[in-house]
């Protein structure tokens, strides 16, 4: 799965591990970072492996040189497993891609991808559907591998709010409801399950930091090291704080900087027409979908801040004119 994971490259990865052992293969999952504490419910987190942890390096380098086959699951670019990207494209083993993002490299044998699905852990499922002839939900899939499908694809749609859902969305986590999982425990322990400090975090953000520029319907929040270890923040307490910014009225795009271990990570969040994902690619070696997308800075993050103020004039246009 890709670094700093959310809960659909951990509910893909570990629905489809899931998948692997019932059929009698060995398997092993690795995530490149560390992930947030929320998803660490998730069956199977127990046995994932942390490529950044010193303890856990060379057991992910042997399981990877021993594979006989490498699933690279909700990425489509080997930069997005940070120093683990080298390790996967040396080893021996073939690879199978399972993804939905835009613009794929071609490292791997097999790509089972289609930017139109909502979530890789949608793309898993059906997937699993057409290996098994379409046997019956119930027959496939036992709670645990569904709750791990049914995160990835809850969050990947915010709730089922965003527009990537679609019938095939809805039907797919109907036929996973059919297991008896409990959804609304599922959203719990994703959405309301957050420590007072994460909480205490999200308030000093939106009083302190949020920042509102009308004349470009854009806000951002910049978070520094020094403000991340004042709160005792972890990796993954930030996700989603960046979606606050279009709650805001007239917001169209939101953006987050966060410095962290000697660079900048930007989260970019739009809504309507406008394309983070060509503005991530563009000037922040980014990518993603076209309303959701990342990047990174190798800058300072006072000298990344300005780039993206600086740019911002030539999208004012665009950005002004969205729906």
Not at 59 to 71: F, H, N
Not at 73 to 88: H, M, T, Y
Not at 89 to 104: N, S, V, Y
Not at 141 to 154: S, T
Request: hydrophobic share 40%; net charge negative.
């Amino acid at each position: 799965m890709h670094r700093d994971p959310d809960a659909d490259a951990l509910g893909s990865s570990l629905g489809w591990a899931s998948y692997l052992l019932k059929k009698g293969h060995e398997v092993t999952v690795i995530s490149p970072t560390d992930y947030a504490a929320n998803l660490r419910w998730l069956s199977g987190m127990e046995n994932v492996l942390v490529y950044e942890k010193a303890s856990e390096q060379g057991k992910c380098k042997k399981k990877i040189e021993q594979a006989t086959l490498i699933c690279c699951l909700d990425f489509s670019a080997l930069s997005r497993l940070k120093d683990l990207g080298k390790v996967v494209q040396d080893a021996a083993a073939p690879k199978m891609m399972i993804d939905h993002h835009l613009e794929p490299e071609h490292f791997a044998k097999w790509m089972v991808w289609d930017t139109k699905a909502a979530a890789t852990a949608q793309l898993v499922y059906e997937l699993v559907k057409e290996m098994e002839g379409g046997l019956p939900a119930e027959q496939l899939f036992d709670i645990p591998m569904a709750e791990c499908l049914y995160a990835g694809i809850m969050t990947d749609t915010g709730s089922f709010r965003h527009g990537n859902v679609t019938p095939a969305v809805h039907l797919a986590v109907a036929d996973l409801m059919r297991t008896g999982f409990d959804s609304s425990r599922v959203h719990r322990l994703i959405y309301d399950n957050a420590p007072l400090s994460r909480l205490q975090f999200l308030g000093y953000v939106l009083s302190q930091k949020l920042v509102v520029l009308p004349e470009y319907r854009t806000a951002y929040m910049v978070l520094t090291e020094a403000e991340l270890q004042k709160f005792n923040s972890s990796s993954g307490e930030t996700e989603g704080i960046v979606n606050y910014g279009l709650q805001v009225e007239n917001v169209v795009m939101s953006a987050m900087f966060i410095e962290r271990k000697g660079e900048v990570k930007i989260s970019f969040r739009s809504v309507g027409t406008f394309s983070v994902r060509d503005l991530a690619s563009t000037h922040f070696s980014g990518g993603g979908h076209k309303n959701a997308s990342g990047g990174r800075s190798e800058q300072s993050v006072n000298e990344t801040v300005a780039r993206f103020l600086s740019i911002l004039p030539s999208y004012q246009e665009e950005l002004l004119s969205v729906d």
